[in-house]
């Protein structure tokens, strides 16, 4: 079911009348892809913004070895590649593809600079996407940056934390291995030694931090 156009990201803090007041005054088409659909192909020009406004995509990047390295799940309501859409190097970083049925709202870059004159707050909606996307982005470089899988499951566990000592990990051992580019049984090893080393203690998913300071000083390893 396609989410309400003011829980977009883009509209945040509009009224519903605003938000049809404005889409009536710009040009857009809307797309609908079945599960296992490619939507994008890392490379492609970057000359429209996407708008996912129902189901779960997922971002994937290929090395020039054709290994292909899992980036990240999205899910509706999410804008796609909006720091990529004006910049000098204009094209998808990644190839999208529909994990379920899937649908968007699509801009062409002239319709969409209509919005932000006709609209500031959409345009301040932007502009904080884009500055959220690039402390994700700089987050991303900094866990790939890591040398050992330990070291990234470590990364992992103190960003999953924050400031508590219990927590549900989100993503299964499979989803954690896409993640990090490795085989499902290495995660399982890592994990079984944080647990033997008395760091972290696991039950399933809910995991308990025993020794937060070496923790964090895994992720220099």
Known sequence: MEIPVTNIPLFKGCALAEVEDLLSSVV?????????????????????????TEGKVVGEMTSP??????????????????????????KFPVSVTALTHA????FQRND???MFRLNPRVLSNFLSMIS???QFLSEKLRFHSFKSL?????FYLTGEAGTQKKFKLKHSQEEMA??????????????????NEN?????????TIKNFDKLAELCNH
């Not at 070895?65 to 204009?90: D, H, W």
């Not at 499902?184 to 090893?189: D, I, K, W, Y």
């Open 28 to 52: 857009f088409q809307r797309k609908k892809f079945t599960a296992g659909s490619l939507i994008v192909s890392q490379g492609e020009v970057c000359d429209r913004l996407l708008i996912l």
């Open 199 to 207: 760091i972290i203690d696991i039950r399933y998913k809910n995991v």
């Open 178 to 195: 896409e993640l990090f580019g490795v085989a499902r049984p290495s995660v399982g090893r890592i994990f079984l030694q944080l647990q």
């Open 112 to 114: 969409l600079m209509k």
């Open 150 to 154: 330990k070291a990234k499951v470590a």
């Open 132 to 134: 959220s996307r690039a």
């Open 65 to 90: 070895t054709g290994k292909s390295l899992k980036i990240e799940e999205m899910e509706a309501p999410m804008v796609l590649a909006s720091a990529f859409l004006f910049g000098k190097q204009n």
């Open 103 to 106: 649908s968007f709202m699509v």
